[in-house]
Each structure stands twice: as structure tokens, then as C-alpha cells.
């Protein structure tokens, strides 16, 4: 942690692991132990990658992919989904109290944004100041893992997690950002991040694979607005 980006290079630090997690990175706290003994146990097997971080409410959340590398028995990686953990970010980092706050968005939703799975989540304010999650559906199988792009969801709830959704349950995807002239064996478009304070819109993460591995990072210019609520009781 540290108040400006210069400190964090000498800041505390603390490390959050998942069930598999090596003792070889001394991990301070294993959150998928946040749902043991509960009925279901939906943490269980889980480590954690592609976090992404916010501050919201005076509370700090921490959005995950829960990747299943070693499944317990009788289970699969159909299960992988975005978990959403929070803290109350006071004192040592390494002494912080990590709550789960549920599941973020779940496999069906990957698999309805056009992926396997959501990979590189980042968890963002609009220029409205509503929140927003923004996942790149990925395909975890091939080598290296190809994205398709980012797509943009108003994020209605963190606590209870709860995405937007029409009437239909159908997730409201505020923008999708791709790139026509990506794609395997070539390369990826991959993560994004957006701060509403900037000019450049959602920046995009443009991953080249032929030769080297090279990433670069474009400025997009689109700023996502989310759509009015239809009115279910219009004026007559």
C-alpha cells in the first residue's frame, strides 16, 4: 500500500493466496478459507488471478478469477467464476480482514460475453460516478491464452455482487471494445482499464504473439455511459 504510486515501490505489502497457493510466496491469507464449512463451500479449490482493485464506499474490493487447477473430487473447471472479496483497508496490510462478498459474474456470463471464462477483470467508476466492471472473455486453453477483447457491465451492486441486467436476465454491456485485426496466431486484445478523469477513454491492451511477446497499450477514446432503466410503468 501507499498513498502515491512513487511509494508503493518501498510500501507494505501483503499476500493473498487460494487453495493451491506455494508456500514459496508466504502467502498472509488464503481467501478461498472464507467459505469453509458453509454449505456448498463455492470457494473451495479455488486460487485467484487477474485481480482488480477499487476503493468504494470507504471499503477496498478485490474482484478475481477463481481458477480451478486441481479440481476437488467430483468436481471441474465449469465452476471458475469472478469472485469479489472486500476489506476495510486500516492498519498493516498484512493484518487486513478479508470478507467474500459472492460471485461478481459466473461462468454463464463469460460464456454469453464470448468466452470461457473472464480473465483480467478491472473494476472502475464512470464519469457519472456508477460503477463498472470491465471483463476480457478469454479462452484458457490455447497457448497462450487468446482474449477477445473487453466488454463494459454497470455494476449495480457490490455488496450483494450484482451485474446489470434487462428484463430477460441478459447482462447490459455498456461497450465492447475489440480489435478486427488480432487474432490467433497473430495476437489478442486483451485487458483494459478506464479512469473517467482521463481523456483517452478506455485504454486497451493490444498483445502481439509472433515473434517476441509484445504488448501495447491504444487509447480507445471511448468513454462508457450507461443506459437509462426502461421505465416498467409508463404514463398513460
Known sequence: ???????????????????ITLSYWSPNFNLASLTNGQPGDELNGCTFFDAGLISFGGRLYLAAQCAIYAPPAGEDTTKEFVALFSTLPSGSPSTWTWSYQGKLATREDALALGGQNLQQTDLALGGDGKLLAIFSPSDPLTVPAQHFGCRVIEVTSLAPPQLARDVNGVLRVLASITASDLSAPNGTPASCAYSPSSSTGIVLARRKDLGQLTSQLHITGVHPVPTPTPDTNPPV
Request: no cysteine.
Open 1 to 19: 500500500s501507499g498513498s502515491t504510486p512513487e511509494q508503493l515501490n518501498t510500501s507494505e505489502e501483503a499476500v493473498l493466496g487460494g487453495d
